[in-house]
């Protein structure tokens, strides 16, 4: 906590984790002698707790520090010689963080190495003695290797793979990332969407700990559409925090596209459904943009956080992994926007016949996330198999989808995800349209069959305008009049086909 103290950089104490250590520290009730070695104890844990009461802005005077310790070790001058010269040793930023690192590390080793041998030992012991309670042995070892999964996991060490990494906590981050932009020119754990078609197909939105998978051709708005939804999260819910000291985060992480891709994107859906007006970068001061998009996301007090990964250097674990090290940073993560999971190699997953191990990357990160309620939103692209429908001359397209496993590399992927999204953008008279149709969605009340599919139409620069705050801009064809207007089957169509 002193190296701490002088560290320029540090944002946060381990006071928590100090707490824990002292905690585990017994000392004996009765001295039937005198006994040096528990005063010391006392003596040092007294002070480590007044250190802990301490704010993280306090500066401590070393010769008031080390005359306290020298009062604590009393007669053992190697405890206090030990004490004295990690006080009194000057060390360069770089020497200082790296020890810092390692203290924690070493300290959190050990209590990691703790709770690995207590969910071994409560399993152990489950199996060899009440081996009558296990109903399902199968799911009682995924259950127990889903405990033990993040261990697995090293939440320390520095990242390569990761290219940017930009917190819209921090104003100078976003500005950085539109400065670039310039420069190349209850119902209350239920997170809605932006879309009354979207939340109504979704039974009222999405669920934490669901892994939701969005199906869909090459360049047919994957991106667009995961990304709209990522912002409307964040827009239009309010955090349900499950532990109130922690800061709730949705994590977006690209392993395709820039962040300033993605934040020119994001300014412009922000703008154009604030005003009703097509907006554009230019002329917007880099301050003013980042300022705006930092607001609005987070008007109900969200953190969002954008990464942008080399996809080629990270596995599933790296993935956990940076999860771990964001909780150990005091948030809890909502929701986890990858963009796309296909993109990363499969290492570490079960290999056999073609498809095994993308369903088993899947499954992973799935039984990951469900365990800590966070909510999985990716795109995949179909397979050929799909494209041939629309050499067909297939309408309504996405309808063709639900059940048929059209996934690129792997037929399998909706037995272990908990929901289906596929979309595909359609042209009628020069206007497009994005269909939407809901495939499977595991363990909720069944959707009537008509509000498995609606249609939005493209009406911005950035996409799709928001209608959660105003009229239902959904449709149920494409080329037809919006929801409830009395024109929602174009002329052409055949109408007894639509009122099967």
């Not at 990270?314 to 940073?329: G, H, P, Q, S, V």
């Not at 037809?480 to 099967?500: C, H, K, L, M």
């Amino acid at each position: 906590m002193y190296r701490e103290s002088i560290n320029s950089s540090t944002t946060e104490n381990s006071a928590e984790l100090v707490r824990t250590v002292l905690e585990e520290i017994q000392l004996s009730d009765v001295n039937l002698t005198v006994n040096h070695e528990r005063d010391i104890l006392v003596g040092l844990k007294q002070t480590a707790l007044e250190m802990c009461g301490n704010p993280q802005d306090h500066i401590y005077e070393p010769t008031e520090l080390l005359q306290r310790l020298k009062l604590n070790t009393s007669s053992d001058e190697k405890l206090y010689e030990s004490f004295a010269e990690g006080v009194e040793t000057e060390l360069s930023d770089a020497s200082l963080k790296r020890t810092i690192i390692n203290i924690r590390k070493s300290i959190n080793n050990h209590f990691r190495e703790q709770k690995i041998n207590e969910i071994l030992s409560k399993a152990s012991m489950k199996f060899k003695y009440q081996r009558d309670k296990i109903k399902n042995v199968n799911q009682f070892v995924a259950e127990t290797v889903a405990l033990l999964e993040p261990f697995q996991l090293d939440a320390s060490s520095i990242d390569p793979a990761i290219i940017s990494d930009v917190d819209t906590g921090n104003l100078k981050d976003v500005t950085t990332v539109f400065t670039s932009i310039k420069e190349t020119a209850d119902g209350t754990s239920i997170l809605k969407t932006g879309w009354q078609g979207i939340n109504r197909m979704l039974n009222g939105g999405f669920r934490r700990g669901e892994e939701w998978v969005i199906g869909a051709l090459q360049h047919q708005y994957k991106t667009g559409f995961s990304l709209s939804l990522f912002k409307q999260l964040a827009l239009y819910n309010v955090p349900k925090m499950t532990d109130i000291t922690k800061k709730p985060l949705l994590l977006r992480i690209s392993f395709e596209d820039s962040i300033k891709l993605n934040f020119q994107f994001l300014y412009q859906s922000l703008k154009e459904n604030e005003t009703g007006e097509k907006a554009s970068v230019h002329g917007i001061s880099d301050d003013e943009m980042a300022e705006y998009v930092q607001r609005k996301l987070a008007v109900n007090g969200y953190h969002t956080r954008f990464m942008h990964v080399n996809p080629s250097l990270w596995t599933y674990k790296d993935i956990c992994n940076y999860i771990l090290k964001l909780e150990a940073d005091g948030y809890e993560i909502h929701v986890c926007a990858l963009d796309y999971l296909l993109k990363i190699p499969t290492v570490g997953c079960d290999q056999g016949p073609m498809g095994t191990d993308i369903r088993n990357l899947y499954e992973r990160i799935r039984n990951f996330m469900s365990a800590k309620e966070i909510l999985v939103i990716t795109p995949h692209q179909l397979s050929p198999d799909a494209k041939r429908l629309i050499r067909e001359g297939k309408t309504e397209f996405v309808k063709d989808l639900v059940g048929k496993g059209y996934y690129d590399g792997c037929t399998k992927i909706d037995q272990v995800v908990d929901g289906e999204l596929f979309i595909h953008i359609e042209e009628v008279n020069g206007e497009y349209y994005l269909t939407v149709q809901r495939g499977k969605h595991r363990g909720i009340d069944q959707t009537p069959a008509k509000d498995r599919y609606c249609v939005l139409k493209f009406n911005g620069e950035s996409g799709i305008m928001d209608d959660i705050n105003g009229k239902d801009s959904s449709r149920k064809k494409s080329g037809g009049g919006t929801v409830g207007s009395g024109e929602e089957t174009p002329f052409w169509s055949n109408s007894d086909a639509d009122n099967i």
